[in-house]
């Protein structure tokens, strides 16, 4: 069975901060995909980032970065200057890479950004 | 472009009152649908999914029942609403057949009393 936890269940930060969120995940699969998606107090979810198991590659995107180590089945994200618009429920999520396409998420993490 | 529709944005129904939301894609062919529920403070469920016309897969045992009438529309009903219905309906879409991101729509608050 497929597992995610993201331990973290709140954080706080003052704005410019660089924050972290951990992403720790459980798959028997050898080929997988995993997500980070973002919830705004709006409700919707929006899409940040895929990465598959076979890419290590740490990748940056602006302000966000992310890093992936299969050693320790974690896909961690890191936000730098954080900024009160970053203010959120992140979620974690792994699929199988099989076509099977659920998603099983973390319980997220409800970022706060303090100005 | 793509585009998901959910609605309606927030309803307040009595229990045991029936239900029924609506998503509906755009912009795409033969995607797969999901329905999502969010309970208050906690991760996102997987409810139901379809991957064609007439085709749902049940991932959790419940008075909820969902329905897939058309290519692009999806369907999550009940016939008597419990308390614990209560909370906030995603609806996602994907294209097959590789794993792509699921695209979400702008949810539903449901609030039972």
């Known amino acids: 069975a497929q597992k995610v936890t993201q331990a973290q269940t709140e954080i706080s930060v003052v704005e410019k901060e660089d924050v972290t969120l951990d992403c720790v995940y459980e798959?028997?699969?050898?080929?997988?995909?995993l997500f980070w998606y973002k919830q705004p107090p709006s409700g919707e979810l929006v899409f940040l980032i895929r990465?598959?198991?076979?890419?290590?590659q740490n990748e940056i995107s602006g302000r966000y970065s992310w890093n992936f180590q299969k050693s320790t089945s974690s896909f961690n994200f890191t936000i730098t200057a954080s900024q009160v618009v970053d203010s959120a429920v992140y979620f974690c999520?792994?699929?199988?890479?099989?076509?099977?396409?659920?998603?099983?998420f973390g319980t997220g993490t409800r970022l706060t950004i303090i100005p | 472009s793509q585009t998901i529709h959910q609605w309606p944005a927030t309803l307040v129904q009595p229990v045991g009152s029936p239900l029924s939301l609506e998503c509906t894609v755009e912009?795409?062919?033969?995607?797969?649908l999901y329905w999502y529920r969010q309970a208050a403070g906690r991760g996102l469920q997987l409810l139901f999914y379809?991957?064609?016309?007439?085709?749902i897969s049940s991932e959790v045992p419940q008075n909820l029942s969902a329905s897939r009438p058309q290519d692009r529309q999806f369907i999550l009903s009940s016939k008597k609403l419990l308390l614990s219905d209560s909370g906030f309906y995603l609806c996602?879409?994907?294209?097959?057949?590789?794993?792509?991101?699921?695209?979400f729509g702008d949810g539903t608050r449901l609030s039972i009393l």
């Open positions: 379809s991957v064609g016309i007439g085709q």
């Open positions: 996602a879409w994907s294209v097959p057949p590789e794993t792509q991101p699921q695209h």
């Open positions: 999520a792994l699929t199988r890479g099989e076509g099977n396409e659920k998603l099983t």
């Open positions: 990465r598959n198991s076979f890419d290590e």
């Open positions: 912009g795409t062919s033969n995607p797969n």
């Open positions: 798959t028997r699969d050898t080929t997988y995909y």
